[in-house]
């Protein structure tokens, strides 16, 4: 029987992950334009065709992100992306945030909107093949941020999401991402990762969430972009594990991982780093990457379809280097 454990189980098969190519339109439009391509609705589906039908995908790819706008459209021969996902054995997952808004009273800082109607969403979701649900909320780090009355808000509201997606038999994919963006310090890094996800687990358990039943999606705990010294992969890894061991329960059955806004090399050292020192730890880790799986592929396309197996290959490429980091067995001159 499918139950939500073993949908978990599934998207955390070994040697896979989880693509994100759930971006909003605002976000895929900044992309496409980055590639000199008209951000329109037509050339979003030509790109995530492209994506969904390169060859192999399956090989490395468990479940795929979609945003509202690519679960209700169609492959070019009219199948719906969510058929086509499926044919391949490859669990759709629905992003079902409404993105973020200013959280009044507290500059610097966001909350993620989207609760109201999310029943109902998620129920319509499910029955056009969706099994897994995913909602972000954001935490930038600043001098006197994130508050305290940020996380806790921010972090509810995960919860509530939690739940209700949970009670219409979606695993929820729970994703406080605290932001690379800024001149903080590892250690700052780490203090705040650790304390969202500490409030997190809290609120998740108040409000009634089967911890295992769903999975985490994590930064890298690192330092942030603007500080002068970057962290080497090494230290990534020990910060990171060291940050679930305080804040995650063992009865989660596994954490993946966003890129962040890092490069597509650094996420998958990073990768690598983490998966050698996991073992005996209780949970799978993975990637769920979306612009450390996608750029390569976005920069070779460049919107013409003559450079579509090109842009294939580039995502394949990826996909199968950040395999490889699950065991370990990357190294830079692999690229
Ligand atoms: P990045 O890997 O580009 O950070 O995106 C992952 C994601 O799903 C953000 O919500």
Redesign the pocket.
Known sequence: METIQSIASSLLADGKGVL?A?QSAGTIGRQMEAIDVEPSAENRRRYRELLFTTPDIEKYVSGV?LHDSTIRNTASDGIAFVDLLLGKGIVPII?VDKGTVEHQGFPGEVVTQGLDDLGERVEEYYSMGARAA?W?AVFNIGKDYPTDANIELDCLTLARYAAIAQSHNMVPIV?P?VIFKGGHDLARAEEVTTRVQTVLFEKLNEQRVDLTGIIL?SNFVLAGSEYPEQTNAEDVAVTTIRTFKEAVPEALPGIVF????QTPER?TANLNAVSKINEGLPWKLTF??????EKPAQEAWRGDDTNKAKAQRALAERLRLNSLALRGEYNEEME
């Open positions: 994100a759930d992100i992003k995913k972000r994703e991402e999606k966003l890129s962040g806004g996420s769920s990457f979306s612009r450390g799986l």
